[in-house]
């Protein structure tokens, strides 16, 4: 008899686990046609260099920025590592 209590009370929380499942909404987004809903993009030298990087540039500058860009990319390549030191 316990055992078949078991098995009533198992197969009951099966249907209600299943039931449950069945009251999901749908998440879609809505989009406006046309309408960018986010945050507008600024262009990299635009913004502030971050305060613990060590890349240095000035705020709207493009050249200051795109020069620190090729100085880090300069200090990724490894060759330069290799060969040099």
């Known amino acids: 008899m316990n055992t078949l209590r078991w098995m009533a009370l ?3 929380a099966l249907a209600l686990g299943t039931l449950a ?4 909404r749908e998440q879609v987004v809505v989009y406006k ?3 960018y ?3 507008p993009d600024q262009l990299p030298w635009q ?3 971050l305060a613990y990087g060590d890349a240095k540039w ?3 500058n493009e050249q200051s920025w795109a020069d ?3 100085a880090r990319t300069r200090n990724q390549n490894e060759y330069v590592h ?3 030191h």
């Open 10 to 12: 198992a197969s009951a």
């Open 21 to 24: 499942g069945c009251g999901e």
């Open 33 to 35: 046609q046309g309408a």
């Open 37 to 39: 809903q986010g945050k």
């Open 47 to 49: 913004n502030a260099p």
């Open 58 to 60: 000035t705020q709207g």
């Open 68 to 70: 620190s860009v090729k």
């Open 82 to 84: 290799i060969v040099h």
